[in-house]
């Protein structure tokens, strides 16, 4: 499995300006098209900070509402993950996952999207959230199978999940990790990764707001 590393920058005297302002660093993922949902990661960072990945997924379900602002409380999860891709996981009224069944007829799912369905009696839930949640390491220290996504899926339905490497990265005074975000605050910098990529080196540029490649 590949690692992904990221590793950001910030001058000692932005940096305190940073903290003054009560502001950390945020991180998400896109899943599906369109841009990112939840906020994965969020970091008081130190002048360099390092995260660390693999591209190992877990499905979560939750009943909390997708509004902006939520914070996402999963309430079941896939085990034993992580989460398999090409395939699904049925949510049972008993809202426990089954195991994995291989994509088919019913449902068909490509390689590299993650799909479950929905078979909580609607009497119980007339919908409930769905989601991709992930494992990174900031620093080496551990965030346990974060949320990357969120989306509704009513009851007797589907939903499929395609990740994406890429990273939007922006300074975040209001919402914290686990949060649902209709709207990216502030200037989101993109770190794409993939194709051979998988280390890169960004560096804070207070005078546009963005992070840039490290000179």
């Not at 001058?11 to 950390?24: C, E």
């Not at 990740?163 to 922006?170: H, R, S």
């Amino acid at each position: 499995m590949t690692t992904y590393s990221l590793t950001l920058n910030f001058d000692p005297v932005v940096l305190t300006n940073i903290k003054r302002a009560d502001q950390r660093v945020a991180i998400a993922k896109p899943v599906n098209s369109g841009g990112p949902s939840v906020i994965w990661l969020d970091i008081d960072p130190f002048p360099s900070t390092t995260i660390e990945w693999e591209e190992d997924y877990w499905i979560y379900a939750s009943n909390d509402e997708v509004v902006n602002g939520a914070t996402i409380t999963k309430l079941t999860e896939v085990y034993p993950g992580p989460a398999l891709d090409a395939g699904y996981y049925v949510l049972q009224e008993t809202c426990v996952f089954g195991g994995f069944t291989k994509s088919n007829g019913i449902l068909p799912v490509p390689p590299g999207t993650y799909a479950a369905i929905n078979q909580v009696p609607y009497d119980d839930y007339n919908s409930l959230t769905f989601g991709l949640a992930q494992t990174a390491l900031i620093n080496k220290k551990p965030e346990e199978r974060k949320p990357i996504s969120a989306q509704s899926v009513l009851a007797t339905q589907h939903i499929k999940m395609t990740p994406f490497v890429t990273l939007y990265i922006w300074l975040e005074s209001e919402f914290r990790s686990q949060t649902i975000i209709t709207d990216v605050a502030g200037n989101a910098s993109s770190a794409v990764f993939g194709g051979g990529v998988t280390e890169l080196d960004l560096t804070y540029d207070p005078i546009h707001g963005i992070f840039s490649p490290s000179s």
